[in-house]
């Protein structure tokens, strides 16, 4: 019995640990996605626009995105939208949660993330589920994808 309870408290520390190191690579995963962003791209429902069609809406600054700590700030079309962050990037593709408010009721678009040369692209649910999660890039159903480019400092 002793034996047991000693090899139960040893898997939970080892689990603790990487609990813990899947915490700690979150973290840096967020802090690696700190920045400016300008918008570059976005599909939905059958409809992608690229940069010069953004640009024809609306001015560079209209359409940025900062991320700092685990908090998304979108502007577009003149509007504020803060949203905060949740990452996992333990998962490949990494996933990401995006949580905010509006009209007192708390929204979550469950979606997937990957960086490549300077270029973050999300694709997640509109509205939905944990299980709605897309499981890669497209822009299927209430699916968007959002691609932008990080700014220099």
Do not use: W
Request: hydrophobic share 35%.
């Amino acid at each position: 019995m002793a034996r047991f309870a000693f090899a139960l408290a040893l898997v939970a520390v080892s689990l603790g640990g990487l609990i813990r190191a899947d915490e700690k690579d979150d973290k840096k995963a967020l802090k690696d996605l700190a920045g400016e962003y300008l918008i570059i791209g976005i599909e939905a429902k059958g409809v992608k626009l690229g940069e010069e069609d953004l640009a024809k809406f609306s001015k560079g600054d209209e359409r940025k995105v900062t991320i700092k700590d685990d908090k998304i700030i979108a502007r577009f079309g003149g509007k504020e939208d803060p949203a905060t962050l949740k990452i996992d990037a333990s998962k490949s593709p990494g996933h990401i949660d995006i949580t905010s408010t509006k009209d007192g009721k708390t929204e979550v678009n469950y979606g997937i993330y990957k960086v490549e040369k300077g270029v973050l692209t999300i694709c997640a649910t509109e509205k939905g589920e944990p299980k709605d999660r897309p499981k890669e890039f497209k822009a299927e159903g209430n699916v968007i994808i959002l691609t932008m480019k990080k700014q220099a400092k």
